[in-house]
């Protein structure tokens, strides 16, 4: 989870705002599921955890080929999809020691990052740490 807190920019377009709307809040969740064959699943958006968790929470057979019916309905080009799933998008990564690069193609860009797996409380090997992230268009 992301969250940041932003100031309300103003100019002489705007009205004035009451003092408790001076801030804007934005919260958002990334989420990845890693499959064996090399695969993974992304999203990049505001919905919690309760509402996401049910398209990334599936028995997997190491692929994501097996995600869940509405997943698969959206890739094949129906319109009849559930709308979450429509910010889910399918990708690919690479496991060098312990580097980690990732690419996910969504509809408009390609979205790549560059992670690290590290120790954590848990244990070894157990902590995703995303070192930095890139994006760029495809239509350009």
């Not at 399918?90 to 980690?100: E, F, K, P, Q, T």
Request: hydrophobic share 35%.
């Amino acid at each position: 989870k992301n969250t940041r807190v932003k100031e309300v920019v103003r100019d002489m377009w705007s009205d004035p705002l009451p003092a408790h709307m001076m801030v804007i809040n934005s919260s958002y969740y990334r989420y990845l599921r890693f499959f064996n064959d090399g695969t993974c699943l992304y999203a990049l958006t505001h919905h919690p955890p309760e509402k996401m968790l049910k398209f990334f929470h599936f028995d997997a057979q190491g692929s994501a080929s097996t995600a869940p019916e509405p997943f698969k309905r959206r890739r094949k080009g129906r319109k009849d999809a559930d709308k979450l799933t429509q910010e889910i998008h399918l990708g690919s990564y690479a496991i060098r020691r312990n580097d980690v690069e990732i690419s996910i193609d969504t509809p408009f860009s390609v979205v790549s990052f560059e992670a690290e797996i590290r120790h954590g409380r848990r244990g070894h090997f157990c902590m995703l740490e995303i070192k930095g992230h890139s994006s760029y268009s495809k239509t350009w």
